[in-house]
């Protein structure tokens, strides 16, 4: 991890510059002033526009741009509510820097809570497919208007996840283990020291942003299990305040940052299920908690309770999301594993 006195430094050489306006599509947002807009995108066969909604919280004094992004996959909500509470909290008067915020990048999979757009088989995972063709099909077309936009503008970039429909996860997070990766991840703060690997990452806007010499990371949190309105209100501010402390850190809002003392590096395994039937975690599994290969994770049982197959931990490590439901067919995602190689320094 860098120092937070890397990113003090980076404020105060910037201090004596003047604060810009900041244009993301048709958002264009001046010193201390808050704007909305959208990134075109093209026109539906009725004339409804195809765009992706923007805001932007534009500091009164320059330095980083700080962009995040949710909803590239329809059935996670969490990022668009991360968002409200970012719109309410951050007072761009008190801001330096320029916070962008895309709460749903995929527009028409978030309006049908789809993971993509159900009327585009051709291109349907945003997140794989990213940063798109400006001539493919649709969601191809989507993710690449963002990604010209994202290209130019950001300078730090975080996209927000969760389990969507089938999955419940724990606070996580992928990286690409440049050291201003690690820092960035870091600056999420307490909670989330669950940092995987993704050294070479593809398809998705933290690949972009590496291509751009830039950085990004992939957050996870939420999902099916935590949509009751208790829990849901729960992850929403679990991943506001994280936002905040990598605010603090890089010296764009006011306060102290905070971090998380118990910060690992692994690796990612999704576990699958090897039988159809009901889907059982083990009796008081816990998350993000160290487990011992070969510890029994689930089982999966026919309709009368006789268990057909059952999950085991593929190494030292630690479980950070589960299947929340459970009807399960061969193949269906049961676990997500970090197969943990020791701690970061």
Known sequence: MAKASSAKGVAKAKSGSKAKSVTVGTAKAAPGTI?????????????????????????????????????????????????????????PKTLTGTIVLVPVINVAA???????????????????????????????????????????VADL???????????????AMFIDERPESVELGTAMGPGWGCMMSSPNPKGNPMAVMAEEGKVGITVELGGRSATSPSAFAHVGRVLADAMLNVMRHYRMIPGKAKYDKNRTKGSQEALLAPASGIYLPEPGIQFLTMMKKDTRIARIVDIFGNTLAELFAPADGMIFGLRALPNVTTGDWCCFFNKVQGPRT
């Open 35 to 91: 704007a909305f807009g959208a990134i075109p995108v093209t026109k539906l066969a009725g004339g409804n526009p195809v765009e992706i909604p923007v805001a932007i919280i534009n500091g009164a004094s320059p330095g980083k741009v700080l962009w995040i992004d949710g909803a590239i996959h329809g059935d996670e909500p969490e990022g668009p509510l991360c968002c409200q509470h970012l719109l309410r909290e951050v007072d």
């Open 157 to 171: 970039e975080i996209s927000i996840h969760s389990g969507g429909a089938h999955s419940y996860l724990a606070e």
């Open 110 to 152: 978030f309006e049908a809570a789809s993971r993509g757009n159900p009327l585009d088989t051709f291109s349907y995972d945003g997140n794989r497919i990213y940063p798109g063709r400006p001539n493919g099909y649709l969601t191809e077309r989507v993710v690449y208007a963002h990604s010209q936009w994202m290209r130019k």
